[in-house]
């Protein structure tokens, strides 16, 4: 039983950890990126995905 808890706790540890770690990430480049890099990139996927944006 004591196993079981440690075990639960160390994987919501580490799930907190990769979503605040990724979740820094994003924010950085985002931050740091040109407004028209962004927007190049995000009309980009639009494409790709078949959305259409014109």
Do not use: E, W
């Amino acid at each position: 039983m004591t196993t079981l808890v440690k075990s639960r706790v160390s994987t919501n540890v580490l799930s907190i950890l990769a979503a605040a770690f990724i979740g820094i990430g994003i924010i950085t480049v985002a931050g740091h990126v040109q407004a028209a890099t962004l927007h190049d990139a995000a009309h980009d996927v639009r494409h790709a995905t078949g959305f259409p944006c014109h």
